[in-house]
């Protein structure tokens, strides 16, 4: 009977760690500074990646850089494959296959921040969109593919494949709305995104496969900021 229970409950852990869970009016909550709180994402990839759009939101008083979605191949072995990198008060850094490609952004404010970054493999352009906003486009790795064999981390900067983490580049706040496209969104999808009305076909919030390492904790969203809606309004 032992033997039975304590199969029944290695069975419910493992099935709870990959569970696909709606976290609707969620967030991650990073509460502390630190190289092993992290957020394991995990995709319905089922084909190399050409096309990449991500979205999500976060909210930090953090004044030191940190990693919002950090994803490395592991075959050929590729740190920052696809990496948005932040280092207040004022850019976004986006990497593509290595590259780090600067966007200066508009000075930094205590609020909820909606990013959204895109890349294209056929041209290289590469879009940040921030709170509804396109700064001037990028080129970077024209015909570069990411391939199915991958590891996305929210939380944490990856410089290995699903580790390598450093502390002083960990994210401290809340992160939510995280989303994925394989293909590249239009303004109206940018404006549907941050409303709430367009999920991931990749990685979609709503339908999330994930799995928590370390000190991190889903909570309410007790507070948010829709574009073309009163700030501070409830989620």
Aim: proline share 4%; net charge positive; aromatic share 10%.
């Amino acid at each position: 009977m032992r033997l039975i229970i304590l199969l029944t409950l290695i069975l419910v852990g493992l099935i709870g760690s990959h569970a696909q869970q709606d976290l609707g009016n969620k967030v991650f909550l990073f509460s502390r500074q630190t190289s092993t709180a992290h957020v394991i994402l995990k995709p319905q990839l089922k084909a190399p990646l050409r096309m990449v759009s991500v979205c999500l939101r976060s909210y930090t008083e953090l004044s030191r850089s940190y990693g919002l979605f950090s994803l490395v191949m592991s075959e050929p072995k590729t740190s920052n494959a696809f990496l948005i990198y932040v280092k207040p008060p004022n850019s976004y850094h986006v990497f593509i296959n290595k590259e780090e490609i600067i966007f200066k952004t508009d000075p930094d404010v205590l609020d909820w921040k909606h990013a959204c970054v895109s890349w294209d493999s056929h041209t290289g352009i590469i879009q940040l969109w921030v709170n509804g906003k396109l700064y001037p486009r990028r080129v970077s790795n024209k015909g570069f593919t990411i391939n199915t064999k991958i590891s996305i981390i929210v939380g944490q900067e990856q410089d290995s494949f699903g580790g390598g983490f450093n502390e002083k580049q960990s994210f401290m706040g809340e992160l939510s709305d995280v989303h994925m496209w394989d293909y590249i969104l239009t303004p109206g999808n940018i404006q549907k995104v941050i409303t709430n009305e367009k999920t991931g076909n990749i990685i979609n919030w709503r339908s999330l496969h994930f799995e928590i390492k370390g000190n991190v904790l889903i909570e309410e969203k007790l507070q948010c900021k829709h574009w073309g809606y009163t700030p501070y309004t409830q989620c």
